[in-house]
């Protein structure tokens, strides 16, 4: 199947009912089919996407002679403000209440914020322990609730759902019926599915319509790739950037930059130039989705990730092990479902663990309570991560002997990359990087003489890529009070050293 879809063939019109419909058959299918076999539902997808799937919903089931009842919260026609009137929640409630009074049969009761009415925190108010207690005390009751992932529910209630859908993104064989043709001219003569899904993976249907509708490019460009970044750009709006660091400023380490070329950036090089779905889709399975930056502190394997980030253009997302841990059961694993939920809306995206062994260490080595949960829920999302959205996840420690040989395995973090001391030939390259950076104009005997007295491995802290950027800072302070713009001589580098 080839990933250039002509103008022709896309739809005139499009609006957010239909579009969802295109994008999910399959997963409405599903859900209409366990609602048919008396089994309630629990469906995770973001808060605007959830009225588009109970429409397209609504329809299937009246074709089985079952009949939606819909409890969102809204005041009835008849029903005038006053001080008496509750409020968006006791609404939710009061129609609760009404929904499971009478017969049961032939009726499925649709909870589009069941997220709001009972999740939400480790306490439930009095509004959710209700709703929770009239969802326990009447089994008979058929229903289907909407999750948002980024608000956590009772364990109570999530084990009253033998089934769970979760809807994220758009598939790329589905991508080409989502634009319209006057969207489409936007990309060229013919839109490019393979480039446009890389950017918008993670995008809803309906978030996918809303950011299409809005694109504002010029029709038929000599350079589709502009109207790529310009989708790119709106698809990032909020907290999340791709990093400014490169592969630039990262001096020496030619090895660990050419294994990341050979194993990721060619990769992802190949599988842009795919001519059809297949080939892509073959080749995304050679792509490493976890990689591991081993070494001491100081030596550079937050920058190396941060680079990698910019090379391959994708949203950076931040985490350690403390930010993480929550005190409340269950809240722990929770933050990693959302961090990866995240990291999937924003695709492509890395997400940075700093030390990864806090809480992924090998078994009978925890620390708290709470480390064996997180491990197993990382391996978990590790695993459910499709081939198909360019998510990577990266993780920093200090040494790979500490991590569960789990993390290890293939398919999860498998390419380890050990970031240890610079060589010789590494600090001459981060010197002279430093240096052009700062401007400090290094003397050749003086550059000579700054690489050879720094080649202590023994010595504590060892002189990594941070230290040697104190000292290059150092420098600069010095020239800066001395009112220097002349070359850096050896002298110069020997006071700088002892000031430190």
């Known amino acids: 199947m080839s990933l250039k879809v002509a103008l022709q063939d896309l739809p005139q019109r499009l609006d957010a009912a239909e579009a969802v419909a295109l994008a999910y058959p399959q997963e409405l299918a599903e859900l209409a089919a366990a609602l048919q076999r008396g089994l309630p539902c629990l469906v995770e997808c973001a808060k605007e996407l959830a009225p588009f799937l109970f429409l ?34 006791g609404r939710l409630l009061a129609q609760l209440r009404d929904a499971v009074r009478g017969p049961l049969e032939q009726r499925v009761v649709v909870l589009p914020h069941l997220d709001l009415l009972v999740g939400g925190g480790p306490g439930l ?43 994220l993104g758009v598939e790329r064989a589905r ?54 970044a310009e989708l790119r750009r709106l ?55 976890g990689l591991i930056f081993a070494g001491p502190s100081g030596t550079g394997k937050r920058l190396f990730a941060r680079a990698l980030a910019n090379a391959v253009g994708a949203a950076l997302l931040e985490t350690s092990g403390s930010e993480l841990k929550s005190r409340y059961v269950g809240g722990s694993e929770e933050n990693l479902r959302q961090l990866f939920w995240r990291a999937r809306q924003a695709a492509p995206s890395l997400i940075l663990f700093h030390e990864i062994d806090s809480f992924a260490g090998p078994p009978g080595r925890n620390t708290g309570p709470v480390e064996p949960s997180m491990r197993v ?35 999860r973090f498998e390419l380890v990359l050990e970031v240890g001391a610079p060589s010789t030939e590494d600090r001459r390259d981060i010197l002279t990087r430093l240096g052009d950076a700062l401007d400090l104009r290094f003397n050749p005997k003086a550059l000579a003489w700054a690489v050879d007295h720094t080649a202590g491995v023994s010595e504590r802290p060892p002189w990594h890529g941070a230290r040697l950027q104190a000292l290059c800072r150092a420098l600069a302070r010095q020239r800066l009070r001395e009112g220097r713009a002349d070359e850096t001589q050896q002298p110069d580098v020997k006071r700088a050293l002892a000031s430190l």
Do not use: M
Request: one cysteine or more; aromatic letters at 4%.
């Open 56 to 89: 397209n919903l609504r329809d299937r089931l009246k074709t089985h002679g079952l009949r939606c009842v819909y409890v969102d919260g809204r005041p009835g026609p008849e029903e005038k403000p006053s001080p008496l009137t509750p409020g968006f929640l």
């Open 125 to 167: 108010s009095s509004e959710a322990r209700e709703a929770t207690a009239l969802l326990l005390e009447n089994p008979g009751l058929l229903w289907v609730g909407f999750r948002d992932p980024t608000i956590s529910l009772p364990r109570v209630v999530e084990e009253l759902t033998p089934c769970r859908f979760r809807v």
């Open 175 to 228: 991508l080409g019926q989502l634009v319209t043709r006057a969207e489409g001219r936007k990309f060229g003569a013919d839109v490019d599915v393979g480039a446009l899904h890389r950017q918008v993976s993670g995008a809803n249907a309906v978030r996918l319509r809303r950011l299409l509708s809005t694109l504002d490019r010029e029709d038929l460009p000599a350079e589709p790739q502009c109207a790529l």
């Open 235 to 289: 698809t990032l709006a909020g907290s999340l950037a791709v990093p400014e660091e490169t592969f630039g400023d990262v001096g020496g380490y030619a090895d660990i930059k050419q294994r990341l070329h050979e194993d990721v950036l060619a990769v992802l090089a190949r599988i842009d130039a795919a001519e059809s779905a297949e080939e892509r889709a073959r080749l995304e399975r050679l792509l490493p989705r």
């Open 377 to 411: 829920q990382l391996l978990q999302e590790l695993d459910a991560l499709p081939h198909g959205e360019l998510v990577l996840v990266a993780a920093t420690t200090r040494d790979r002997v500490s991590l569960d040989p789990a993390l290890l395995q293939p398919g």
